[in-house]
């Protein structure tokens, strides 16, 4: 046994534990401290005081605290906890609120030692021992600097829609107190702990469950063969094998071939490498250009190796291109990216009198509760499932990782299992941003008006569908950007490979596409003699203008020109000051659209407490789409925010799919005003369910090749500059002026933009998740992916737009898809106003996070 000093308390723990944070976790319960990638030390999110030093517990022996003091969160006075839990909540300092923990810790050991005194640069280069993807770190030092100061601040809950206001939970969130699913426990809990393929294409002859089902604590080992129901899932196509069965073929180094339950954790994970696979081993199809016409099916079970086509035409481009005064051509490469979600992906499964209550993190939970019945081969209604509001997402949560294992697990045995994948293993299974090689062809008069445009582009999307092929659908028609353009030629393919599975992140396809539009417009803008934000002026959509598939754009497109207005100063007087300056102008969809009939409920029940039960059918991940719903709530009803509890699970048929590309935003906003305008109109009774909608039913596909169809309903807009440093190259300060429609919480709408304003950095500048011929990432660790740290972050000054949509419920556009659109094209144009040549693949400072050479030639 160990022994040492925990908040106050003499604790002995095991000594068994690979670090303190396990002792802290899993024996003693302490939960502040979260596992983030335990035991690299990379995130610190499990960082604890010991003496009055900040450590990273999965990185601390229990010889080290040998008779020491340790402190969590949980051991701190109560008034200083409150303290910094409202800070962080009055700057909007948190959204997710998985890393925040740890790093209140650290800025209690900082405070501690300098006071007043402590510098924001001081506290940048410290946070370097922390990651967050949600915040972009600047509301963050806003918050320490005010704590280091002794400044008073009182936390606001937000009023109705337009209101400032702290996110819904944040100073629960920040204590740490408010569990996320590894940290739940329940009664009679079990452990459960996968075994992926040692192979990326590879034949399962046998797999030996002997050993592991030998060790002491092993309750059962599962294989394919034990599902009772269908093994493939899937939000489009069902083609994802749940598990390989022995005689399958593995197709990624993400597949599952076992699932071990065990007593403890450790145990689970220990047997599972006890486990013995046979295989017969087969080269991998890993070079898109060359898979997208082998006539051999690279993945087991399913017939050919193009996953999708999207195509468009408007005009006569040949004719256009051959009479235009400039043309230009150009192949541009975008790289794979990881979404580098604090929270790995974790489920609960509890067996209940009535079926099996599943406690999930999914960004879809109705999805997530059907595919688990089909798994088990029973009805859904058997099955309930409850958001656990996740630690980050950003797409990555869309697709089934553990769900299914976890509650086959628990079904089979009666008894609640618990899954969590380490970070490891969540790096290899859960669906990457795609990359992309799009070849441009684009002419323009002698004024710089577009003519035409051709685009050629090849996404791989690894072996199963995801929804990799709406993410080339997307890049297809957003190919043109946000500008006039008469005549378009664009198709996109999607190729099957044994690289990582591709599918949901932050931009959807848009990104890639509008780095590569953008490096169009400054090479066109360069012929003409103009700069880029007068090319992009005289192009700019305007309402009645034809758009892209041919859409007619509404009076909603005005934000594009109001964003592009509101940086016009600061662009100019970059310009005057000599300083290397690119601008990039985007646009992105909220909402599915193509055709999709989009239908989103939303409950408001009154209880006898006085309480006011919200319930809506998307994911809190971060983004604040509880406060959506709550804002809402409090605008229509006239109740105080503190009246508001806000719910997302199975027990009423909500369900409208995923929650990506701002559709919570859009949707939950207009079905819950419309349950609340129901329930105004029967006087509000207590103990009623009152059920609002919000539908969207009127967008075209693609394929019904319309002359002008209406591809979406509402596209958000946003222009932002980029400054160098024209000494060092590095990015000196950052312009982002983003269209929202209405912001219905303006201090959230802030953190959405900077911290996609980071994200969107790290991208074109560093950010990779490539992999080598066997079709194994090379990248296996958080620091390994080059994500942009506290010190090297630029100051971001936004700048939000307010140009409604017509029809949408308050004008909302959404903020969260755009975010990053516009970025890698403008850190381009910088690039080449800094003498440098033009930049044609990302990342641009990384050049081993690039996607391999040989992949793509």
């Known amino acids: 046994m160990t022994s040492f000093q925990l908040n106050g308390q003499t604790v002995a723990v095991s000594d068994g534990h690979e670090h303190l944070l396990a002792a802290l976790r899993d024996e003693l319960g302490v939960i502040s401290p979260k596992d983030g990638c335990a035991p690299s030390g990379q995130c610190g999110c499990c960082t604890v005081l010991i003496g009055d030093k900040a450590r990273v517990a999965c990185q601390t022996s229990l010889e080290r605290v ?95 829609v337009g209101s400032r206001g702290i996110k819904y939970e944040a100073e629960a969130l920040a204590a740490g107190v408010r569990p996320f699913i590894d940290d739940m426990v329940v009664d009679g809990l079990l452990y459960g702990a996968l075994k992926l393929s040692d192979h990326a294409r590879a034949d399962v002859v046998t797999i030996d469950t002997a050993a592991a089902l030998a060790t002491e604590g092993v309750v059962a080992v599962f294989t394919a063969a034990d599902i009772p129901g269908e093994m493939r899932v899937g939000l489009i196509h069902k083609d994802w094998p749940v598990m390989i069965p022995e005689g399958g073929r593995t197709s990624y180094l993400g597949d599952v071939l076992a699932v071990v339950v065990a007593q403890d954790r450790t145990t689970a994970i220990r047997a599972a490498g006890l486990l013995r696979i046979e295989y ?88 997530d509760r059907n595919d688990i019945a089909r798994v088990l081969g029973v009805d859904p209604s058997v099955i309930t499932t409850e958001l656990v509001s996740n630690g980050g997402a950003f797409g990555g949560k869309e697709d089934l990782s553990n769900q299914v294992h976890t509650a086959l697990s628990a079904w089979l045995l009666g008894r609640p299992v618990q899954i969590t994948l380490s970070r490891e293993q969540s790096l290899l299974m859960h669906p990457k941003r795609h990359p992309i090689r ?43 950007g946000p500008y006039v353009i008469e005549a378009v030629d664009v198709e996109a393919v999607a190729v099957r490979t044994n690289n990582p599975v ?85 646009l992105k969809n909220s909402g599915l659209g193509n055709g999709f009939d989009e239908l989103a409920k939303a409950v408001v029940r009154f209880r006898e407490d006085g309480m006011v039960e919200v319930r809506h059918c998307w994911t809190e991940m971060g983004q604040g789409v509880h406060n959506v719903a709550l804002q809402v709530a409090v605008e229509e009803l006239g109740v105080g925010a503190e009246q508001i509890e806000v719910i997302v699970d199975s027990t009423r048929e909500l369900g409208a799919g995923q929650t990506t590309g701002s559709r919570g935003t859009l ?15 029967d006087d509000c009774q207590v103990g009623i369910d009152y059920e609002g909608s919000y539908r969207v039913n009127w967008t075209n596909s693609l394929s019904e090749g319309l002359e002008h169809p209406v591809i979406h309903s509402t596209f958000g807009y946003a222009a932002q500059l980029v400054i160098l440093d024209p000494d060092s190259g590095d990015v000196q300060r950052v312009v982002a002026a983003h269209d929202v429609g209405r912001a219905v919480n303006p201090l959230l709408c802030e953190g959405q933009i900077e911290g996609a304003v980071h994200m969107g950095l790290g991208y074109a500048l560093f950010e990779g998740f490539p992999t080598d011929s066997s079709g194994r990432p090379t990248n296996t660790t958080l620091r390994s992916l080059d994500i942009i740290r506290p010190k090297d ?26 975010g990053l659109v516009p970025t890698a094209g403008a850190v381009a144009a910088a690039v080449r106003a800094n003498g440098e040549p033009w930049p044609t693949e990302l990342p641009i400072r990384n050049l081993a996070n690039r996607e391999r050479a040989d992949a793509w030639t």
């Open 438 to 480: 799009m070849t441009y062809e684009a002419g323009c008069d002698s004024d710089g008006k577009l003519t035409a445009v051709r685009v050629r582009m090849l996404g791989d999307s690894g072996p199963y569908a995801s929804v990799g092929m709406k993410v080339l659908e997307r890049s297809a028609g957003h190919a043109t």
């Open 793 to 818: 972050m630029p100051p971001v000054e936004v700048i939000i737009v307010e140009s409604p949509q017509p029809g949408a419920p308050y004008g909302i556009k959404g903020v969260g898809e755009i």
């Open 66 to 160: 040998t008779g020491e003091e340790v402190t969590t969160l949980e051991g701190f006075d109560d008034a200083e906890l409150r303290r910094y839990c409202e800070a962080f909540a009055v700057h909007g300092a948190l959204q997710c609120g998985f890393c925040i923990p740890g790093i209140v810790v650290r800025a209690k050991a900082l405070i501690d030692k300098k006071g007043p005194a402590l510098t924001r640069d001081e506290t940048a280069r410290h946070l370097g021992a922390h990651l967050c993807r949600c915040t972009g770190y600047i509301k963050i030092l806003d918050a320490i600097q005010d704590l280091a100061a002794g400044t008073k601040l009182v936390p606001n809950a937000p009023k109705g």
């Open 502 to 586: 591709c599918g949901a992140f932050r931009g959807f396809g848009a990104n890639q596409a509008q780095f590569a539009m953008e490096g169009i417009m400054d090479r066109l803008a360069e012929k003409v003699g103009i700069n880029g934000w007068e090319i992009r002026s005289r192009n700019v959509v305007d309402p009645g203008d034809v758009w892209g598939p041919g859409q007619i754009m509404d009076d909603g497109c005005l934000g594009a020109r109001a964003c592009l207005n509101a940086v016009k100063e600061s662009y100019d007087a970059a310009v005057k000051s000599g300083l290397p300056v690119g601008v990039g102008l985007g």
């Open 280 to 367: 017969q081993v087969h080269k991998p199809k890993t070079d898109p250009i060359r898979v997208v016409v082998d006539e051999e099916d690279a993945v087991w079970g399913l017939k050919g190796n193009v996953l999708s086509t999207s195509s468009y035409q408007r005009g006569a481009v040949d004719a256009a291109i051959e009479t235009s005064a400039h043309v230009v051509k150009e192949t541009f490469q975008t790289q794979r990216v990881e979404h580098a979600f604090l929270e790995p992906e974790s489920t609960l499964a509890v067996p209940t009198d009535d079926g099996l209550y599943v406690y999930t993190g999914g960004q879809g939970i109705w999805d």
């Open 667 to 681: 949707m939950g906003a207009g079905a819950v005003q419309d349950a609340c305008r129901i329930a105004l109109l």
